[in-house]
């Protein structure tokens, strides 16, 4: 552990770099009351848009094809490639779509940072090492043959639950994404693409002569050539499946996802089944002004960003996730004008919980009605966990202030939801419950290994938080007492514990932290001053706190450190203060690691990417973290260094 000497924090000043943020914070809400942020990925999601454009043989945008070509040479590696985080290393598939959208733009194969790309590629192994994803979409623009992708019979639309692939056994995101390409994958159209751009020069070998991937990683010998074996097969019995059984798989397809097409909002609401659905249609010969195609369409512009020079496409939207996190800042900073903006912020929350609808999540939960929040506008059909934990606490937390009734049924309506959506094991999942079919991380389709969604540590501590926060307690609740030893089970041995949802160990532990302070584990713990000891170690030099997506490595080594970050400076904070710290020299010395890097504004700078999509697959940067999570964790600072006390009351 790392011995620090004390600071003293000046209170005017930390007051004062408060009032900034918080200021700053208010200029950023919507006309409604709510906040959205920009939710930006790596370079694959707009490498997508460019070339979803020109498979469907759209005219050329050439101003918005600009931008995002801006926008792809700017995040292009210092190794030639395209990362999956800022300042990270080479990934494959995001360097191949990366470069292929640039020759689709028109940048010429000669041109400097092209050359590097293509070398870069070559380096390391050449397109075939492209994950499944991207095999898929260099099969539909005839790059690749069928012959490279995995076999994804449509029948499967067909099986019955118990079978041991079904899609009630597969994540919401997999679900969503994978039934509309499996009706790409049984029409095997090929895209237009009017100026018949290919990349054959990325390959190391004739890219028609490739064949399926080789075992991913975290995949076992045995399941990996049990399933390998079971594609062959179906690879060779497919052509055979009778015709009228094939079309009443299409069917069952086109019905589910007509059942879930959910406006210009899209299925799923996320990019990928958006784009595959957009694609199935005009697969189906439908035109571009059918309906359920030109909304889905019509979708996927409104997750575009469009700046002066520069421009991407986000994977999804995040409104209910900001406004949320939002409100619980403001709700800690206090004041007549934080109060009342939190309060309208939570007002707009209150219509949009799914109340009326069971979605996939009710096959593993039959009799739990529904009552959760989505993250994106309107997603009814996958509603999630996290999301609903944050608003019923930041509810609760604005009816003990005021003392109104208000939010009572959301709130009671929110926690039966998230009580029977516990999974066996005592821990909760983002979307799903029972999630927990893990041989199927192993079938040739999961290369990336995200198939499932099964419980993690920081939605269990979400949701052990709210049920805390309300009342429930071990001796009260099985749920609690569940959830408590789930945690305990899963704590790494050096104190931390992992972060499905936010990068990574500090994220985790933070999360954890304040769900066990709430549900009245005594800070004595052996657990907790295990985690606290865990955290104060890993502080950075500069008083911050930061952490590399690196640390999701699958040979575990402890967290890998990177430059400190606000918002995984905050969540440091936010642990040890919950842990009954907030007098821990680390304490003050992170504190004044925020109030020196606030800019001007009253924000914080954060290029760095501080959230997880899939883990080593995909990650994500909140625009919103570097504007709510320091402001927060400065406002509780303050509050509890005001009181005698010091000790969290609420659940985050």
Not at 318 to 346: F, K, N, R
Request: hydrophobic share 45%; with cysteine.
């Amino acid at each position: 552990m790392q011995e620090h000497r004390s600071i003293a924090v000046d209170p005017a000043a930390l007051e004062k770099t408060i009032a900034s943020a918080t200021s700053a914070l208010l200029d950023y809400r919507q006309a409604d009351g709510h906040w959205v942020f920009e939710l930006e990925a790596d370079s694959t999601i707009p490498a997508e848009y460019v070339l979803l454009r020109h498979y469907l043989g759209e005219p050329v945008d050439a101003v918005l094809e600009a931008k995002i070509a801006n926008y792809l040479r700017r995040t292009q590696g210092a190794h030639g490639g395209w990362p999956l985080v800022a300042d990270g290393p080479f990934d494959m598939s995001a360097s191949v779509k990366s470069y292929f959208a640039l020759k689709m733009i028109g940048d010429s194969t000669d041109s400097p940072h092209m050359v590097r790309a293509r070398e870069a590629i070559h380096a390391h192994g050449g397109a075939a090492k492209s994950n499944v994803f991207t095999r898929f979409l260099l099969a539909l623009f005839g790059v690749l043959t069928w012959r490279a992708v995995p076999v994804l019979p449509i029948e499967i639309m067909l099986l019955p639950m118990w079978s041991p692939f079904h899609l009630n056994k597969i994540s919401y995101w997999a679900r969503t994404t994978i039934v509309p390409l499996m009706v790409l994958a049984a029409l095997k159209p090929r895209a237009k693409n009017p100026k018949g751009v290919g990349i054959d020069e990325l390959f190391l070998q004739p890219p028609h002569t490739i064949g399926m991937t080789s075992k991913a990683p975290h995949q076992s010998w045995g399941w990996f050539l049990l399933f390998r074996t079971l594609d062959r097969v179906l690879r060779a019995i497919e052509p055979y499946f009778p015709k009228k059984l094939r079309a009443r798989a299409i069917d069952a397809a086109v019905a589910f996802i007509e059942e879930r097409l959910n406006g210009e909002d899209g299925m799923g609401a996320i990019f990928p089944p958006m784009a595959n659905i957009v694609m199935m249609y005009d697969a189906f010969g439908k035109p571009a002004d059918y309906p359920p195609r030109a909304i889905t369409r019509r979708g996927l512009d409104k997750l575009l960003v469009i700046g002066e020079h520069e421009a991407y496409c986000q994977p999804c939207v995040s409104p209910i996730w900001d406004t949320a996190l939002a409100c619980h800042a403001l709700a800690e900073v206090g004041g007549e004008a934080a109060v009342a903006s939190a309060t309208a912020g939570l007002d707009w929350l209150k219509p949009r919980q799914v109340l009326d609808l069971k979605g996939d999540w009710a096959a593993k939960s039959p009799n739990t009605r529904p009552g959760g929040w989505a993250f994106q506008y309107n997603n009814a059909h996958y509603p999630d966990l996290d999301d609903t934990a944050v608003v019923v606490m930041a509810m609760d937390r604005a009816r003990r202030q005021s003392g109104s009734a208000d939010y009572d049924t959301a709130i009671a309506r929110g926690r039966e939801w998230i009580e029977g959506m516990q999974s066996r094991d005592g821990g909760w999942a983002a979307f799903d419950v029972d999630n927990l079919e893990y041989y199927l991380n192993n079938i040739p389709f999961s290369d990336h290994g995200a198939l499932l969604d099964p419980p993690t540590e920081d939605v269990t501590a979400r949701c052990l938080s709210m049920l805390a926060q309300l009342g429930e307690t071990a001796e009260t609740s099985s749920a609690v007492a569940r959830a408590i030893d789930y945690l305990r089970q899963t704590q790494h041995p050096e104190g931390s514990w992992y972060g499905r949802w936010g990068m990574n160990y500090v994220y985790g532990t933070w999360s954890v932290l304040c769900a066990l302070n709430i549900a009245g584990v005594d800070h004595g713990d052996p657990m907790v001053r295990k985690a606290v000891d865990w955290l104060v170690s890993v502080q950075s030099e500069d008083g911050g706190w930061g952490e590399d997506s690196v640390s999701y490595r699958l040979d575990y080594q402890g967290m890998e450190s990177a430059p400190s970050t606000a918002s995984q400076t905050a969540w440091a904070l936010l642990g040890l203060m919950a842990a009954g710290d907030v007098d821990h020299p680390a304490v003050a010395r992170g504190v004044e690691y925020l109030k020196a890097t606030q800019a001007e504004n009253g924000l914080w700078d954060e290029a760095r990417y501080t959230a997880t999509g899939f883990p080593r697959v995909f990650y994500l940067r909140y625009h919103g973290y570097p504007k709510f999570f320091p402001l927060w964790a400065l406002a509780r600072y303050r509050n509890l260094r005001s009181t005698n006390r010091r000790v969290v009351g609420v659940g985050m």
